[in-house]
């Protein structure tokens, strides 16, 4: 037995880079009299070996091999570095090195020095993605069963985690990141961020933003670690970032509205995720069932003619919007409308109505699309109440040539409710949402049009801007 044991130091030595390389470690590589590691590793820490030191490289999948041969080394009286890619401690050697000690009893002195992982790594490429809980997970099935794995990726997808993904594909295990992308569709919408970082921190480095529906696991090989962000994470330019939450804090004191409408679609969300529908269906669809509570929705609307962003273009550059009784007026959002500067008439209480109304023995709600037409006939017309008012605006359009920007069709009750949505299906050119059956109302009416007036905070599921 030697005078002394020596010592083995499990040196983390980050993504690649010399210039990421922590001082204990450079420091720890220059006392060592021995240096043991994979053999790829090798040339970065080339320039910061002592004179005599001896190098013990090794291929893949040898790690049990570098470990005994460190003990040996140790034992001996050796001062021994074990060299690892990354922080030692994360899918590295550090482990192995210390379940070996309690195995073998080993009285050497071992010590971790950590390092720059390369999701650190890559998160800094990327701006700041991984500001909120995080998830790392291997997809490699070498030490851990792919029974096992799967559960993992079900509950990082289903608890909204950011995720970190390591080994995520080689020549062999090239199918578990096509299950992966299929089970957090399942859980986030397509648009949640991913981003794919190859060889990062050194010469080769390259990175690609996309979002799960685009998602390409051909672009992954080896070398690579992707990223999935959360529900709240998004892209701007080339910056991935998910929000702590300070700034969204300040900017809603005082107005909770906003965070628990959020919370609200989220959940709503969640129950519709089986549904394949356009993003803009979607968003009508989520502030409708929000405001009713009513899951039969997605079975009865119908959005005609890619309506929402027709609509949407048509209120930004300052339209009319016109509605069949005040009740839908009155809950159209007014400060998306001053934001647009869109202007919302009823008729129902103008003057000439009444006279009108007992002139021709027609309904006041029908008097007033009469007078709307005379004086906006390209506007957006929204019916919440009144099924006679559509009926009239259907029966204008046909004998009068009128082209309205729109119609959302959602009267409510029991006399030519259905018939009176019928109607509105003829015009197969006019941008329409239609609430099917008896069911509608001017609360749900004045919804769609919120979500048409909101359309670009779709793409980021964040409502309540204008509440």
Not at 212 to 240: H, T
Request: with cysteine; net charge negative.
């Amino acid at each position: 037995m030697p005078n002394r044991l020596g010592k083995i130091t499990v040196a983390g030595l980050g993504p690649g880079s010399p210039d990421l390389f922590l001082n204990p470690a450079i420091d720890a590589i220059r006392e060592a009299d021995v240096v043991i590691g994979y053999k790829y590793y090798f040339q970065f820490i080339e320039s910061f070996l002592k004179k005599g030191t001896e190098c013990m490289d090794t291929g893949m999948r040898q790690e049990v091999q570098r470990a005994e041969k460190a003990f040996e080394l140790a034992e001996t009286g050796k001062d021994v570095v074990v060299i690892s890619s990354g922080d030692a401690g994360i899918y590295g050697m550090a482990s192995l090195v210390f379940e070996m000690a309690e195995k073998t009893q080993s009285k050497v002195e071992l010590k971790v020095i950590p390092g720059i992982s390369a999701f650190q790594a890559a998160a800094a490429k990327l701006g700041a993605p991984l500001s909120h809980d995080l998830v790392i997970l291997s997809l490699s099935d070498l030490l851990t069963s792919y029974a096992l794995i799967e559960k993992r990726i079900k509950a990082a997808a289903m608890g909204d985690f950011v995720t970190a993904i390591y080994n995520p594909k080689s020549n062999k295990r090239y199918w578990q990141l096509y299950r992966l992308r299929e089970l957090f569709l399942e859980e986030r919408e397509e648009t949640t961020p991913v981003a794919i970082v190859r060889q990062v921190a050194r010469a080769e480095e390259q990175i690609t933003l996309t979002n799960l529906r685009d998602f390409d696991p051909e672009m992954v090989d080896m070398f690579s670690l992707v990223i999935v962000g959360n529900s709240q994470s998004y892209i701007s330019g080339d910056r991935f970032i998910t929000p702590r939450g300070y700034y969204s804090k300040e900017e809603q004191e005082g107005r909770p509205g906003p965070l628990i409408m959020q919370e609200s679609f989220r959940t709503i969300a969640a129950e519709l995720k089986e549904m394949d529908l356009p993003l803009e269906t979607k968003w009508i669809l989520l502030h409708c069932i929000h405001t009713s509570a009513d899951f039969e929705l997605p079975e009865i609307l119908k959005v005609q003619n890619n309506a929402a962003p027709k609509l949407n273009e048509y209120l930004q550059k300052g339209g009319v919007i016109i509605t069949d009784v005040t009740m839908v007026q009155s809950g159209i959002r007014k400060k998306a409308c001053e934001r647009m500067g869109v202007e919302i008439k009823c008729y129902l209480h103008d003057p000439r109505t009444m006279e009108l109304s007992v002139k021709h023995g027609i309904t006041r709600t029908q008097a007033g699309i009469r007078l709307a037409v005379e004086e906006h006939p390209d506007a957006l017309y929204v019916f919440g109440n009144a099924p006679t008012a559509l009926i009239e605006l259907t029966d204008l359009m046909r004998s009068k040539n009128i082209q309205p920007a729109g119609i959302i069709a959602a009267p409510v009750g029991f006399v030519n409710v259905k018939e009176s949505k019928h109607r509105v299906k003829s015009f197969t050119d006019l941008p329409a949402v239609i609430i099917e059956g008896r069911k509608g109302g001017s609360t749900l009416a004045a919804t769609i049009v919120n979500a048409i007036l909101s359309l670009e905070d779709a793409y980021d599921l964040k409502p309540g801007r204008d509440v």
